[in-house]
């Protein structure tokens, strides 16, 4: 065989169909996350860095490790880290922040019977926190605005690696970018060192965010019931249409009457499937009834 035709040859480190089949079977399985055979390349991408740092040889033996060696128990939350796209932006889809801030407190402060509510937040697919944060500034404005009390945001997602990211809280330059310059001076610290080109989100929002792991397929939900909004957004994609339905479902039980779920845009059908909710925006609805 000539070196020109070698050149040709598709790189042998794959897995066998037989191994792809399976890990994408666990994924979906575990995680509602659907890995079609086109996402095979990607997903082959992403899983060389386990081999790498579990000293394999390839793809091949990860398959076979994974699947014939006993080893997809330790390694199945590695899988999942590696294979889930965590896309997140500061103040990504900003109309809704805006109806945060305009519509939905005041709606919810008349639902709490107070001036000044103290709010629930959830951000159900948190990825590295700039969800959980922005909200975190958008409201922190509002306590010293003198319109809420307080408020507290949960962020979760079902990746232990950028959660961990999340709870450090600290961002290149570049990614802040999109947060506005005022909101970025009040709540954005410098690294002391100017080559670093870091910032870190400031303690006064850090102290009202927390972060924990959940897998949206999980059949409970270890929270409150009497969450104000709930942003999940840009992650049912992912999910075939009865998953949607459910996980949309599980998470409506967890607004309190009159609580808002936020879904991105790509998604907004999915609210729909919920007899407790009702769509008021294209991309919002508002829990209408206790279960």
């Not at 959980?132 to 507290?152: F, N």
């Not at 450090?168 to 080109?197: G, H, I, N, W």
Request: hydrophobic share 40%; net charge neutral.
């Amino acid at each position: 065989m000539s070196d020109a035709h070698r050149i040709l040859v598709p790189e042998l480190d794959q897995l066998t169909d037989r191994h792809f089949a399976a890990i994408a079977a666990e994924v979906e399985s575990r995680s509602g996350i659907k890995l079609s055979k086109g996402k095979r390349i990607m997903v082959e991408g992403r899983l060389r860095k386990r081999v790498r740092a579990l000293g394999l040889s390839g793809l091949q033996e990860y398959g076979a490790f994974l699947m014939e060696r006993g080893g997809l128990a330790e390694e199945i939350e590695e899988v999942i880290d590696c294979v889930t796209t965590n896309k997140t932006d500061f103040f990504r889809e900003p109309a809704h922040f805006k109806f945060m801030r305009d519509v939905a407190v005041a709606e919810l402060a008349r639902r709490h019977s107070t001036a000044r509510p103290s709010l629930k937040i959830w951000s159900a697919a948190a990825s590295t926190g700039a969800e959980a944060y922005t909200a975190a500034m958008v409201l922190q404005t509002l306590v010293d605005e003198g319109k809420i009390q307080q408020y507290s945001i949960l962020g979760t997602d079902i990746s232990t690696e950028v959660l961990r990211e999340a709870e450090d809280a600290v961002y290149s330059c570049e990614f802040t970018q999109p947060v506005p310059a005022e909101l970025r001076q009040r709540y954005l610290l410098q690294s002391k060192d100017p080559s670093q080109k870091v910032v870190r989100i400031a303690p006064e929002l850090r102290s009202r965010v927390s972060f924990q792991q959940l897998n949206l397929m999980d059949p409970v939900y270890p929270f409150d019931r009497d969450i104000d909004i709930i942003f999940c957004r840009n992650v049912l994609i992912y999910f075939e249409k009865p998953i949607q339905s459910m996980v949309v479902d599980r998470l409506a039980g967890h607004l309190r009457p009159g609580g808002f779920l936020i879904l991105g845009h790509a998604e907004s059908m999915a609210g729909g499937s919920a007899a407790n909710l009702k769509q008021i925006r294209p991309t919002v609805f508002q829990r209408t009834k206790t279960l």
